[in-house]
């Protein structure tokens, strides 16, 4: 008779089904959102090099990370879609919280390199020719209002696409911005109101990035996710007939909205002898999913004598 078990459920593979038919639709809406951007940046690019517009090439600058904030969401989404195989044995699902990190990271740093080149401005502020910038202005607004307005309509449950979301909002607002600046110096040639615009954004930008950085850090740092409270889950499956103790409970994120747990069970000695195990582990995976939503779990089902064999140090 072995002395433990070692059980685990295939829900993720009904996980993974499900989100395939939303993750087609959001890639179909990035796709759409990512061609409109990259137009929209090659001909903001030609009306700065016309204009001399200093302005309007950095704002291009900035188009391009959305660009490539919608691309890198792609990319991850394409990745966590391929089956787990060989080494990779939870598959690429954890590419988009990758994927999340960078755009969060890159929000940040791009805020920053703003930040000093606006303040710069706002010492000596440089000529600026408004008219170009308004039309360039109204023109982003409606490319990133069609993006925004694209992207709403993807799954922002996932961190991914999120991220990407973020970034697309951000330069709404700054398109915003820059068109009431550019008003501003048409009206009373007050270039400075080109940099606080900037400020303005920057100040976005870096309220868009932190959260990204923060969420997608503490999934790859296998924290619990933070709506789950592993006293209540120790609690629950403590309650259950059978259970003596639970002890080295680790609760995780795989990816965004898959949360995963892993615990050994210490159950009554008969337990092994009467054939309970069957209907306990149903009862355990049963309280996860019922109590806390949690479809993947893996319990090591044990006698309470086999504390003393085990190695390694136990977390209560």
């Given at each position: 008779?072995?002395?433990?078990?070692?059980?685990?459920?295939?829900?993720?593979?009904?996980?993974?089904?499900?989100?395939?038919?939303?993750?087609?639709?959001?890639?179909?809406?990035?796709?759409?959102?990512?061609?409109?951007?990259?137009?929209?940046?090659?001909?903001?690019?030609?009306?700065?090099?016309?204009t001399g517009s200093l302005a309007l090439l950095s704002d291009a600058g900035h188009?391009?990370?959305?660009?490539?904030?919608?691309?890198?969401?792609?990319?991850?989404?394409?990745?966590?879609?391929?089956?787990?195989?060989?080494r990779w044995t939870y598959g690429f699902k954890r590419a988009e919280i990758l994927?999340?990190?960078?755009?969060?990271?890159?929000?940040?740093?791009?805020?920053?390199?703003?930040?000093?080149?606006?303040?710069?401005?706002?010492?000596?502020?440089?000529?600026?020719?408004?008219?170009?910038?308004?039309?360039?202005?109204?023109?982003?607004?409606?490319?990133?209002?069609?993006?925004?307005?694209?992207?709403?309509?993807?799954?922002?449950?996932?961190?991914n696409v999120r991220g990407a979301y973020q970034h697309i909002l951000t330069d709404?607002?700054?398109?915003?911005?820059?068109?009431?600046?550019?008003?501003?110096?048409?009206?009373?040639?007050?270039?400075?109101?080109?940099?606080?615009?900037?400020?303005?954004?920057?100040?976005?930008?870096?309220?868009?990035?932190?959260?990204?950085?923060?969420?997608?850090?503490?999934?790859?740092?296998?924290?619990?996710?933070?709506?789950?409270?592993?006293?209540?889950?120790?609690?629950?499956?403590?309650?259950?007939?059978?259970?003596?103790?639970?002890?080295?409970?680790?609760?995780?994120?795989?990816?965004?909205?898959?949360?995963?747990?892993?615990?050994?069970?210490?159950?009554?000695?008969?337990?092994?002898?009467?054939?309970?195990?069957?209907?306990?582990?149903?009862?355990?995976?049963?309280?996860?999913?019922?109590?806390?939503?949690?479809?993947?779990?893996?319990?090591?089902?044990?006698?309470?004598?086999?504390?003393?064999?085990?190695?390694?140090?136990?977390?209560?």
């Amino acid at each position: 008779m072995a002395d433990h078990a070692k059980v685990s459920d295939g829900a993720d593979e009904q996980h993974s089904h499900s989100h395939g038919v939303s993750a087609n639709a959001d890639r179909r809406y990035l796709w759409g959102a990512l061609i409109a951007l990259a137009l929209f940046m090659l001909g903001e690019v030609v009306v700065a090099f016309i204009t001399g517009s200093l302005a309007l090439l950095s704002d291009a600058g900035h188009m391009l990370s959305d660009v490539a904030s919608i691309g890198v969401a792609l990319w991850a989404m394409t990745l966590a879609a391929r089956p787990a195989r060989g080494r990779w044995t939870y598959g690429f699902k954890r590419a988009e919280i990758l994927a999340a990190l960078a755009n969060g990271v890159t929000l940040l740093v791009l805020g920053l390199v703003l930040a000093v080149e606006a303040v710069r401005r706002l010492i000596t502020p440089p000529q600026v020719h408004a008219p170009p910038v308004i039309v360039v202005a109204l023109v982003g607004i409606a490319v990133n209002f069609l993006a925004t307005w694209l992207l709403a309509r993807a799954n922002r449950t996932s961190l991914n696409v999120r991220g990407a979301y973020q970034h697309i909002l951000t330069d709404l607002f700054g398109f915003i911005g820059t068109l009431v600046a550019g008003l501003v110096i048409l009206f009373t040639g007050w270039t400075r109101a080109d940099a606080l615009a900037s400020l303005v954004v920057v100040a976005l930008m870096l309220r868009a990035g932190w959260p990204l950085v923060k969420e997608s850090g503490s999934i790859l740092l296998e924290a619990a996710p933070p709506d789950i409270d592993l006293d209540e889950v120790r609690k629950h499956l403590m309650d259950l007939d059978h259970v003596i103790d639970v002890h080295d409970l680790h609760v995780w994120t795989l990816t965004d909205g898959l949360p995963a747990v892993s615990a050994h069970v210490v159950t009554r000695d008969d337990c092994f002898i009467d054939g309970d195990m069957p209907e306990l582990l149903d009862e355990l995976q049963d309280c996860l999913r019922t109590h806390f939503g949690i479809e993947h779990s893996t319990f090591q089902l044990e006698p309470g004598a086999h504390a003393q064999h085990e190695p390694g140090m136990h977390h209560h």
